[in-house]
């Protein structure tokens, strides 16, 4: 069992940055993979940014690719998203997942936290 809360998520202005933070608990943290994924109202859930264990390895969508950065605590069990440049094509809820060992699925995941940009 894995337990995975966000935070930070609020509304901001275009241009403005903002920090996401995902604490987890149970299942041996530091050994997983952790993703961000957002889903815009009326939109499907889509994949932001993935961190290996011991966060020497990201990916990015490109379409958060060089304002966006993932990055891990593990001796805090957390992984933070911090999002620069932020425009209102980022508005959505931003959740975080725990991948399943050896397979390209997530199967713990976070109850999301609300990110609103103003233009």
């Known amino acids: 069992q894995v337990q995975l809360e966000e935070s930070g998520g609020g509304l901001v202005q275009a241009g403005g940055s903002l920090t996401l933070s995902c604490a987890a608990s149970?299942?041996?943290?530091?050994?997983?993979?952790i993703g961000w994924f957002r889903q815009a109202p009326g939109k499907e859930r889509e994949f932001v940014a993935r961190?290996?264990?011991?966060?020497?390895?990201?990916y990015y969508a490109e379409s958060v690719k060089g304002r966006f950065t993932i990055s891990r605590d593990n001796a805090k069990n957390t992984v933070y998203l911090q999002m620069d440049s932020l425009e209102p094509e980022d508005t959505a809820v931003y959740y975080c997942a725990s991948n399943k060992p050896d397979t390209p699925l997530y199967d713990y995941w976070g109850q999301g936290t609300q990110v609103t940009v103003s233009s």
């Open positions: 149970g299942r041996a943290f530091s050994s997983n993979v």
């Open positions: 961190i290996g264990p011991t966060g020497d390895r990201t």
